[in-house]
């Protein structure tokens, strides 16, 4: 456990996304999406006649009476205690924008600050932020099994009175929760905190206790019919609290937000709430099936009690991208703070048969081993390199070596870095001169310096286009220099003494290009690692030569960046993608004589 003060930055969330599948030419009907925490349900027919029959002329009923009293109905609680909204998303903004300590205010008025429990949905975080409260988030320990740090909470609690404290019970995306009757005696306890209990799961667990009964003052309870009811598109959530606090955060939001269509469609499935309770019942057989398979295979799955469970894997972004090649999408919890971590939706019976065929392809069914750092990513070789097998995979290898400009800050093994340089210097090299020098360069420093000089030299080289070309040319920001957990300086010694000059008499240039051969095997072997690498080239060789204080004879052939990969995969390269230039076809490349 520890704490951690959070600054605001852009949410990552789950499900499709539409531009990374049009870059890599992936259909979107073709994926099936286990990233998103959502019951996998054919509705009934009364939802779709609701949907097609709603009125979209008129305005919307902005109060969402006719879904309000079902959702009242359905809870036992009173209508005047249920505010419904533009999904749980929109909630959690007002409540932290206008709801949260708006009644508070005062000589003794609480910090203007906020506790989450985490890891957990970034929107919490995000929403106070916007709305000018600190966030400190208490994280729960992975060596735990990630459960919450009841005995820390309160401590926190009693050190400060903060304003609001956000829990998600169970949690996304552990899965974890905290007892009914621990929450009701931190709200006893500390009355002048708001306690916003997110159960948007709460409906895929059969053993959390729900609080939408209480009647505390300062609790507010927020429930998702788009994870319950499988309705993301629609955008539905609502949340339960006194009916003092819901007149407030009314009077304060956006008029007619939950459109016509999703209060007819929310009204309609609870009407036929059996259907749904029926999908929740397959998915609880479909969740033991599946852990029960990736046990088997070696996997070490988190089991929970939701729709969805985390799985430890040597590296989230490589296994992500891997399933999404073979048409399946889950959730790399990098965003989360979890690198070593996926999240997997639990689907129906059709979902689970797809899932696990992806996984059994060669390049997943070996990168699990979260203890056997030689096997993440790598290519199989499980063919002894016969047949079409390893030649598919090489030239995959060949597409994806892209230049990578964004790195994860995980830390590279030793003994991976060791291995690419052993790959590195089985390349050619003229009169077998092995001209090439590596100098990993590690002093905090150092790396400033490298970084003020590409800065520098950036803004010269920017100067010399105009237009449209200069300011594409600034859009491409190259991060890899402050991110990459690696950096290595690649140098030629232009006359070296091994080889006696053989093949270098009339081509002298021989030994740089000895180099770079030697820089491609190491790119390739890396990649095949699922590391990338990036090659920065807006540097002054003699200036880098300096810097590292090597010998003066010395040449800079490449200054790489290497790491984890923070983006997906992909094989277009990047300027062609940013319209900088497109890439010519071979016959423009290739000529008879």
Not at 34 to 42: A, C, E, P, T, Y
Not at 214 to 230: A, G, I, M, Q
Not at 517 to 541: E, M, Y
Request: charged fraction near 25%; include cysteine.
């Amino acid at each position: 456990m520890n704490l951690q003060h959070l600054d605001s930055n852009e949410a990552v969330h789950g499900g499709i996304d539409w531009d990374e599948l049009r870059r890599q030419g992936i259909a979107p009907d073709t994926v099936l999406d286990l990233s998103s925490n959502l019951l996998r349900v054919d509705h009934p027919k009364a939802v779709q006649q609701a949907i097609e029959s709603a009125a979209i002329s008129p305005y919307p009923d902005r109060n969402s009476s006719v879904l309000r009293t079902a959702i009242a109905e359905r809870h036992d609680v009173a209508q005047e205690r249920v505010l419904v909204g533009n999904g749980c998303c929109e909630l959690i903004h007002l409540l932290a924008a206008h709801g949260v300590g708006a009644q508070r205010d005062g000589a003794d008025a609480p910090t203007t600050q906020s506790v989450i429990l985490g890891p957990t949905f970034s929107e919490y975080e995000r929403a106070s932020c916007l709305a000018g409260l600190q966030s400190t988030v208490i994280l729960a320990d992975q060596a735990d099994g990630f459960a919450v740090p009841t005995e820390t909470v309160e401590m926190e609690l009693r050190r400060k009175a903060y304003r609001v404290i956000w829990i998600c019970n169970p949690n996304n995306p552990t899965g974890q929760a905290i007892g009914a009757d621990v929450i009701r005696q931190w709200i006893a306890k500390f009355p002048r905190t708001t306690f916003i209990i997110d159960e948007s799961y709460i409906e895929f667990s059969e053993a959390t206790e729900s609080l939408i009964h209480d009647t505390f003052e300062n609790l507010v309870v927020l429930r998702s019919l788009t994870k319950s009811h499988s309705m993301a598109g629609l955008r539905l959530g609502y949340l339960v609290a006194s009916a003092a606090r819901v007149r407030s955060i009314s009077a304060c939001r956006v008029p007619w937000s939950v459109n016509a269509i999703a209060q007819a469609a929310g009204a309609a499935a609870l009407a036929a709430q059996q259907h749904y309770d029926h999908a929740m019942l397959r998915m609880r057989e479909q969740r033991g099936r599946l852990i029960d398979e990736l046990t088997r295979r070696g996997f070490q799955p988190l089991v929970t009690d939701t729709g969805f469970f985390l799985m430890p894997v040597e590296n989230a972004g490589v296994f992500r991208n891997r399933l999404l090649r073979q048409g399946v999408l889950v959730r790399d919890c990098h965003s989360f703070g979890l690198s070593n971590y996926v999240r997997i939706a639990v689907g129906d019976a059709a979902a689970t048969d797809r899932f696990l065929t992806a996984l059994d392809t060669p390049s997943l069914s070996t990168s699990h081993r979260s203890s056997d750092l030689t096997l993440r990513g790598k290519i199989d070789d499980s063919d002894d390199f016969e047949g079409d097998s390893f030649r598919t995979q090489l030239y995959e290898l060949f597409r994806m070596r892209r230049d990578v400009r964004r790195f994860s800050s995980d830390a590279i093994p030793p003994e991976l870095l060791a291995r690419w340089i052993d790959a590195a210097v089985l390349a050619p090299s003229v009169g077998l001169s092995e001209p090439w020098r590596f100098v990993s360069v590690r002093d905090a420093e150092t790396r400033r310096h490298i970084v003020r000089e590409f800065e520098s030299q950036n803004a010269t080289a920017a100067a010399g286009y105009e237009g449209v070309a200069r300011e594409n040319y600034l859009s491409l920001k190259l991060a890899g220099l402050r991110e990459a957990p690696e950096q290595l300086a690649v140098f030629v010694e232009p006359d070296p003494h091994q080889g006696r000059g053989l093949g270098r008499r009339t081509m002298p240039e021989t030994v740089a290009y000895s180099v770079v051969a030697a820089i491609q095997n190491f790119w390739l072997a890396a990649r095949c690692d699922g590391v990338g690498v990036g090659w920065v080239s807006i540097v002054r060789p003699e200036q880098i030569g300096r810097l590292l204080n090597v010998p003066p004879q010395w040449e800079l052939i490449a200054y790489l960046c290497v790491g984890y990969p923070l983006h997906p995969d992909r094989t277009i390269p990047e300027l062609q993608l940013r319209n900088w230039e497109e890439r010519r076809d071979v016959s423009e490349h290739w000529i008879t004589r």
